[in-house]
C-alpha cells in the first residue's frame, strides 16, 4: 500500500537494491559532480517507517539504523550476500523463473531480519541512508509520500498510470471478484492525489536552493494528521460508485456488487475463506474430475478469485492494521513559507485539508481509475 505499482512490494532483491538503494546513491554521487545545482530532491516513500504505530516524525535514518533495534546493517554486505546467491543459483543451473523467486523470497527475508515488512521499504530506507550519508554540503530535500491516488486537478483530474495500491481493491470489487477482505476498516488511510506531491516537490526545491544543512530536510506528505479518511469510507464510495456505474462483465451483464466483509483477525479471515471457499473449490475440483471437467468454468472462476484474494491480503498484510499516522510539521511549514513569500498556492496547491474525499472518490478518483488503467 504504497506509492508503488502492486509487484514491487514482492519485486526481486537485486533489482530493487540497484533501483531503490544504490540507484540514489549514484544520482547522489552524480548531482555533486554538477557546479550548478542548487538543490537535490530523493524521492521515498512514507513507509520506510515500516509497521510502526502512533505519531510517525519526519526524521533522518542514520547509515546502519534499523526498525527492530538490531546492529550489522550495512549495505555493502548487503550486495555482496546478493552477489553470492547469485552465483551460487546460476553455479546450480538454476532457471530464470527460480533465480527470480529466490531472489524475492531473499528480499523479504533480509527485510524482516531488520524490522521491515518488504523489500520496497527495506530498500527505500537503505537509499535514504545513503544520500543522507553521503550529501556533504550539497542542499537536499528528502520527499516521503503516502499512498499517492489519481490527480486532483492537474493536468486534469483522475489521471492516473498502472494499477497502484488501492485501486486493485477498488477494481477487483467493481468486478465482483472482492467479497471478503482483511483489515480494520475504522482505521486511517493515509492518500494524497499525484499532482499535490508534484507540487510539494517544485515548492520544496524553491525552499531550499543552496539551503546546505547537517541533514536532508524531511517532508512527509500524507493526509492521516491534517485530513482523514477511514477504509469504511473506501467501502462506501466503492459501493455508491458500482451499484450506480457497475462494471459489465466479459457476458455484456452488469456486476452486481454488495458490501465486503471485512474480517478482523488473519485467524478468522483463514476460517472464513476455508469454510465458504476452500470446501467448495476442493469439492469442484472432484466434481470436475469425475464428470469430464463440466464444471472446468466454474472452478476456474472460483480459484481465480481465491487467488486474487490471497494475493492482495499477503501483499497488503503489514499495512491491513497499521496504527500510524504521518507528522507533516515540516510540510505544514513548507506550506505556510509558500503563502508568506506570495508564491502562486492555487497552482502549487498541495494542502489535502481541500480536498472533498466523497467527491473525489466517487467523482474523480474510481472514475479515473476505470477509464485510464482499465479500459
Not at 459489465?248 to 478482523?264: A, E, N, R, S
Amino acid at each position: 500500500m504504497l506509492n508503488v505499482p502492486l509487484n514491487d512490494c514482492t519485486m526481486r532483491y537485486d533489482v530493487a537494491l540497484g533501483i531503490n538503494t544504490m540507484g540514489a546513491k549514484h544520482v547522489l554521487c552524480f548531482a555533486k559532480k554538477c557546479v550548478n545545482l542548487k538543490v537535490l530532491v530523493h524521492v521515498s516513500t512514507a513507509y520506510v517507517c515500516g509497521e510502526k504505530a502512533g505519531l510517525i516524525l519526519e526524521t533522518p535514518y542514520r547509515m546502519g539504523e534499523t526498525l527492530n533495534g538490531l546492529s550489522g546493517l550495512d549495505i555493502d554486505e548487503e550486495k555482496k550476500l546478493i552477489d553470492e546467491k547469485l552465483t551460487e543459483l546460476q553455479a546450480q543451473g538454476a532457471s530464470n523463473e527460480a533465480i527470480k523467486e529466490a531472489m524475492k523470497d531473499m528480499g523479504i527475508q533480509r527485510a524482516k531480519v531488520y524490522g521491515w515488512p518488504n523489500t520496497y521499504v527495506f530498500t527505500k530506507a537503505m537509499g535514504e541512508m545513503l544520500v543522507g550519508h553521503l550529501k556533504e554540503n550539497l542542499s537536499v530535500v528528502i520527499l516521503r509520500p503516502t499512498i499517492i491516488t489519481s490527480t486532483y486537478k492537474e493536468p486534469f483530474p483522475g489521471w492516473v498510470e498502472g494499477i497502484r495500491t488501492i485501486d486493485s481493491l477498488a477494481v477487483g470489487y467493481g468486478k465482483g471478484r472482492l467479497t471478503c477482505f482483511l483489515g480494520d476498516v475504522n482505521g486511517i488511510v493515509d492518500l494524497i492525489p499525484a499532482d499535490m506531491v508534484v507540487n510539494a516537490i517544485i515548492v520544496s526545491m524553491v525552499a531550499h536552493v543552496n539551503e546546505a544543512s547537517d541533514d536532508a530536510i524531511i517532508y512527509q506528505v500524507g493526509s492521516s494528521v491534517r485530513h482523514p479518511i477511514r477504509y469504511t469510507n473506501l467501502q462506501d464510495y466503492g459501493l455508491i460508485y458500482f451499484t450506480k456505474k457497475p462494471w459489465i462483465g466479459k457476458d455484456g451483464k452488469p456486476v452486481k456488487v454488495g458490501k465486503v466483509k471485512v474480517l478482523d483477525s488473519m485467524n478468522s479471515f483463514r476460517r472464513y475463506m476455508a469454510l465458504r471457499y476452500f470446501l467448495l473449490l476442493k469439492g469442484l475440483e472432484l466434481a470436475n474430475t469425475a464428470f469430464c471437467h463440466y464444471f472446468e468454468g466454474m472452478y476456474s472462476d472460483l480459484n481465480r478469485k481465491i487467488k486474487f484474494v490471497m494475493r492482495l491480503v499477503e501483499l497488503y498484510k503489514p499495512y491491513l492494521f497499521f496504527q500510524g499516522v504521518f507528522d507533516d510539521m515540516n510540510t505544514e511549514k513548507l506550506r505556510m513559507a509558500a503563502r508568506e513569500n506570495n508564491i502562486e498556492t492555487d497552482m502549487f496547491y498541495f494542502d489535502p485539508k481541500s480536498i472533498d474525499w466523497d467527491d473525489y472518490f466517487i467523482n474523480i478518483h474510481i472514475p479515473g481509475v476505470v477509464k485510464y488503467v482499465f479500459k
